[in-house]
């Protein structure tokens, strides 16, 4: 499975295709669909490797009712095994089976009434399309597919890094956005059409702006969508090699492998300096944080914690940024021209102006 796995994300270009099916001549502004792909196979391969090597047979377990100790497995019927398989594959966080931690969680304060999904989706749909309009409209060579850089070099020093950093926090939340869409729209499906429980579908990401440290935006408040192969190929045999150091650094370092492989997924190769490096340099964070715990006795938090928190992780991604802007993935078609929300939001302030 793993070797299929990879042998498909190797062969297969996803938006070729896509753009044949679509009549268009050229890719090009299509190959975020190869990033995504090469990510989401290579996941697909580490969780079969490891299902490969487990002990015990993996188990899917009916939602639990009040007063139930012990989880009971789910029937064997076709339906079920077919609807299984697809959540073993596509699942991230193990709801409801076995390999899982925490296979139950707990119900959220957070508002999931289906109408509630619907907007929050929309919402951020269109406040991803302004911030990548934004992008596209304060550097214009950004929406050429052969890229830029997000520095640039016709401005002096400060003014440079000043726009890049904007820049690259409106790529952040463009991340975040896409992400967090997504998965309001699987939550819309698996809520509809597969009549699944509100619990079976908990928020994916916790309000990332308001961490106070390093630590706290990436082990809760940014989305844990990978988190299970993160720990079980680098925090674990980290860990047993360097302590909580080595967790830290060898869950982020199969993170800066996956993302620096969704690069090459661009067509242009890879560039671990930059794409990896952002993940390295995270790790390197949390690792401070955890040196000035022991120094001084006390956690990284408050408002001092936030600043440097939003200093470390949005000063650093500007290399991650810069990276997917010089391989043309600023100028890939997330919308239809016709159908950008954003874009029309801000075409009509600007006029307004």
Sequence with gaps: ???????????????????????????????????????????????????AFARKPL????????????????????????????????????????????????????????PSILAKMLFKLVLFDICHYLVQYLRPSLDQPAGDTLFDPTLSLLPRCRRAVFLSLCGGVVVYTTVDAMYHAATLVGRIVLRQQAWQWPPLSNRPWTSTSVTEFWSFRWHQFFRHVFVVYGSRPGGALLGRPGALAGGFAVSAVMHDLGMWGLGRGTEFRTAGGFFLLMGVGSVLELGFKKLTGRRVCGIWGWAWTMAWTVGWGSLMIDAWARRGMIACDFFPNGLRPGKRLVDAVISLL
């Design 59 to 114: 188990r899917r377990y009916e939602p639990p009712t009040e007063g139930q100790q012990t989880p009971v497995e789910r029937g064997l019927s076709i339906p079920n095994v077919l609807l299984d398989a697809l959540d073993l594959v596509c699942g991230q966080r193990g709801i409801g089976w076995s390999w899982s931690d925490k296979p139950f969680p707990g119900a959220s304060p957070r508002s999931k009434s289906i």
């Design 1 to 51: 499975m793993p070797l299929c796995a990879w042998y498909c994300a190797v062969r297969l270009d996803f938006a070729a295709g896509l753009a044949k099916s679509l009549g268009r001549e050229s890719s090009d502004r299509l190959n975020h669909w190869n990033f995504a792909y090469v990510i989401g196979v290579f996941s697909i391969a580490l969780k079969s490797l490891e299902w």
